[in-house]
Nanobody, 119 residues
Framework: QVQLVESGGGLVQPGRSLRLSCAAS????????IGWFRQAPGKEREELSCINSDGSTVYADAVKGRFTISRDNAKNTVYLQLNSLNSEDTAEYFC?????????????WGQGTQVTVSS
């Protein structure tokens, strides 16, 4: 059974950092692209970044330079490092896979982890 589980969210002060994790089970994550998304209340889901199976990455302009995606295939985990957080980063963060080696439309989703940026 394909499963993605996000963790690492929480309450953080503006300007601080968080590292989110997306742990996979039921499949070998290293063979597939993994994307990170977020959705804030009342807003549409937003794609943030994607990492292909070869390690190449794509970022949305809104987070380029602040967020970094990486993967540890030995741990079957993909990470999203969030730096210089501000209140506009408050959202539920999700990871997903298109079940392909390249970033594409996404088939499997995790349940999400909440990030709240507040002083």
């Amino acid at each position: 059974q394909v499963q993605l589980v996000e963790s690492g969210g929480g309450l953080v002060q503006p300007g601080r950092s968080l590292r989110l994790s997306c742990a996979a089970s039921g499949f070998t994550m290293g063979k597939y692209a993994i994307g990170w998304f977020r959705q804030a209340p009342g807003k549409e889901r937003e794609e943030l970044s994607c990492i292909n199976s070869d390690g190449s990455t794509v970022y949305a302009d809104a987070v380029k330079g602040r967020f970094t995606i990486s993967r540890d295939n030995a741990k079957n985990t993909v990470y999203l490092q969030l730096n210089s957080l501000n209140s506009e980063d408050t959202a539920e963060y999700f990871c997903a896979t298109p079940w392909l080696s390249l970033c594409a439309e996404y088939d499997y989703w995790g349940q999400g982890t909440q990030v709240t940026v507040s002083s």
